[in-house]
């Protein structure tokens, strides 16, 4: 059985509007919302062999603060292209992870992330959660079985779906 973890960065802040999209970090809300991300990590002991993220500013911010809850293991990949890809995209880079990697976590951007969350769920308690709002931070945890390169539309169960809001 594989693993994918999808995470929406948290939320940015708009404080400079000088800056570019790319550039803008996480708002005072955000980082205490990727705290509390993290610390449900941890207790679920969600812990990731491979982490890959995007290279924007916020994606950065977000890994950082989670990162003491994903252990030593992970291998972490910084990827310019998951800044602006399409679902197709996130799809296409998921499905080229080598069948040896059980379990990915993938922290990235709306509309995207939510379009391949609510695309690669069959199932699940809280599929309707889901299908209604991604919300900054939030944490889709997908099952599914065969490879990744069969990963696709309605191929993974939805165990998990938690919102910082949710949590605390």
């Known amino acids: 059985m594989k ?12 404080d400079a509007p000088e800056l570019a999209d790319h550039d803008r970090p996480l708002a005072p809300r955000g980082r ?29 911010e ?3 603060r989670i990162r003491p ?35 990915v976590l993938l922290i ?4 995207a992330l939510e379009q391949l969350a609510v695309s690669l769920a069959a199932r699940g308690e809280r599929l309707d959660a889901l299908q209604r709002k991604f919300p900054t ?5 997908l099952d599914f079985e065969g490879s990744w390169k069969e990963l696709g539309p309605g191929s993974a169960e939805l165990t998990d779906f938690v919102t910082p ?3 605390g």
């Open 3 to 14: 693993r994918l973890l999808l995470l929406r960065h948290a939320k940015s802040s708009w």
């Open 32 to 60: 205490r919302a990727a705290k509390v991300i993290s610390q449900y990590l941890r207790r679920q002991s969600l812990a990731p062999a491979l982490v890959l993220f995007s290279s924007a500013q916020r994606t950065r």
């Open 62 to 64: 977000t890994l950082e």
């Open 69 to 103: 809850a994903l252990g030593e293991a992970a291998a972490v990949e910084i990827e310019r292209e998951l800044y602006q890809a399409s679902e197709q995209g996130l799809l296409a880079r998921l499905r080229a992870i080598p069948d040896e990697v059980a379990s």
């Open 108 to 111: 990235g951007h709306n509309p």
């Open 137 to 141: 931070a939030a944490l889709a945890t």
């Open 165 to 167: 809001k949710q949590l």
